[in-house]
Every structure is written in structure tokens, then in C-alpha cells.
């Protein structure tokens, strides 16, 4: 099987698990439903729930036992995605392709439908710890890293400095933070997961967290360069955002070519972390690489 098969695989495992767990359209509140649905099926590259099956793989667990806490993470991403498209965040009006959560079902029912994932999300989480057997200590902390990577000094945290950078001279301090926070925490706790939830030991859980670091800063700064250069119908929204808000970027404020360098070296690095794991973390390299080249 190619690679591009074996990714294809498991995006199918992801939507079908997410499909079949969402609630109905038909279920009361309908619109509700709808809505998360709406939000969470279709376009998404489902980076962060293959991250999680793939580390479950490099610790040595069959990917598909983690397929529910891999869905919870891509509800909290979805989440994150319908209230950051918000008129009072960046007031975007397509995602995935398509009209914004919020045109489509009116900004009450998004919110509603962002906190509904939420609560879905860490649901599926620690039933999937629970039914796979872990000591309640480790489900805990499954959830608890989650709910870190959530919480004001992860994405929440990340989403305040974006916002509070806008129209800044930015430094070097305020793009890691917000790269780390807003894009890197949940890229960490998604691998974080695979690995806690394949029970492997401490020193390999802390080298995929580094391992995650340098991804989630790499994929942040590859978003930040193709809403400058990317083209909006691969990508499923507008580009030139960033520009326009006077975010601050990498790309902003080193330049495209500084930006570029920048992304190798972090993926770079985090290959170079896998060696321990051999062969079994080819799916890790390859999402890496991936990054590398993405164009959407
Ligand atoms: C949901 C915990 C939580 C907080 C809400 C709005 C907000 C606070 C945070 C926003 C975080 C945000 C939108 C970060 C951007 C991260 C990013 C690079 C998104 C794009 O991810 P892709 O490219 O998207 O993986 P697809 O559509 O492919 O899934």
C-alpha cells in the first residue's frame, strides 16, 4: 500500500467513526445538530487525528483502538474552527470550501454548536481510555492534557495573543508563543494522546511531545505562508487575511524565504527525534514531510 493509501485509510476510518457518532440531523435540537455535523464532516486534512493514530502506531497499538479519541480531538478542532470564524474573532465567511458555520445556522446556534463539540469530544475521550482497559489515572491524564491544550495557556491562550498582536511590530517571543499555543498545543496533545493511550513509557512520551513541538510550530508558520502565497480554492477560504488583520506571522516578520528555511528546520528536527522508534514511526515521518510540502 502507497502512503497517500495508507493516510486515505484512516482519514476513511475518521469520518466513518465521526459519522456515525455525531448526532443525527433528525435528533432534537435538529439545528444544533446540523450544525455539527456541518462543521466537523467533509473538507478537513484530519492532521490532528491521524497524529493520533500514528503515534498510537509508533508505540506499538493498532491505530484503529484509538479512533475515538482521535475523533474527540477533531471535534475540538472543529470547535476551535466555527468560533475562531466568528464576526468577533476574524469574522471569516468560508471554511472547507464552504459558508462559515455562522452564515449558515446564525451565530448563536455556532457557539452552541463549538461547545457541544466540546463536551462530545472529551465524552469520546475518556470512554475510549475507560473501554481500552487504562488505570483511571491515565485516562485522567489523557483528559488532562487535552483540557491543557485547550485551556488559556493552549489554544484559548494562543487565540488571545493572535488577537492581541494584531497591528503590532512583531517578535520572535510573541510568533512562538502564538504558533506553540494556538496551532502547536493541540497538534502536541494529539500525539500525546496516541502515545499515553498505546501505554508507552515516560521517555518515549516526552520525545513525541518534542517531536510535536517542532510540527506544531512548523505547520503553523506553512498556514501563515499560504494565506500569503496559497491558493484559495485549494485551500477552502480566503487568503491574504493575515495581511489585512496586520497579523503577526512569521512570514510578516522575517519574509517568505526566512519562513520557508525556518519550516525545514523544524521539521527536520522533529524527524530527526524518531529515530528511537525505528521504522514503526514512518507514519510520523511522513506527516512530516507532508507538512513540508503541503499546498492547502
Ligand atoms: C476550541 C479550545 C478552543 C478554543 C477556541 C477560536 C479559538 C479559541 C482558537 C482558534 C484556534 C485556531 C483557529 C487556530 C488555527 C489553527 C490552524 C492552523 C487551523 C487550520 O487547521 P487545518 O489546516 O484545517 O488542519 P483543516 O480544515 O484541514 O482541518
Known sequence: MTWEEQFGELIEQVD?????????????????????????????????????????????TDPALVLPTAAGIECIHAYSLIHDDLPVMDNSDERRGKPSCHLVFGEAIALLAGDALQALAFELIASNGFDLGLRPQEVLRVVKEVAQ????????????????SQGCQPNQEMINYICSRKTGALIQASVKAGAILARAGEDRIAVLSQY?????????????????????EKMGKRVGQDEAKHKATYPAAFGLEEAKR??????????????????????????ADFLLHRDH
Open 149 to 164: 491544550a485547550c485551556g488559556s495557556q493552549g489554544l484559548v491562550g494562543g487565540q488571545v495573543g493572535d488577537i492581541e
Open 212 to 232: 510535536a513541538s517542532h510540527l506544531g510550530i512548523a505547520f503553523q508558520i506553512v498556514d501563515d505562508i499560504l494565506d500569503l502565497v496559497g491558493n484559495p
Open 262 to 287: 525556518k519550516v525545514s528546520k523544524e521539521v527536520a528536527a522533529a524527524i530527526s527525534l524518531l529515530q528511537i522508534f525505528g521504522r514503526k514511526a514512518d507514519l510520523l515521518r511522513r506527516i
Open 16 to 60: 466513518a467513526f465521526l459519522d456515525k457518532t455525531l448526532p443525527s440531523e433528525e435528533t432534537y435540537p435538529q439545528s444544533l445538530h446540523r450544525a455539527m455535523r456541518y462543521s466537523v464532516l467533509g473538507r478537513g486534512k484530519r492532521l490532528r487525528p491521524i497524529l493520533v493514530m500514528a503515534a498510537a502506531r509508533t508505540c506499538g
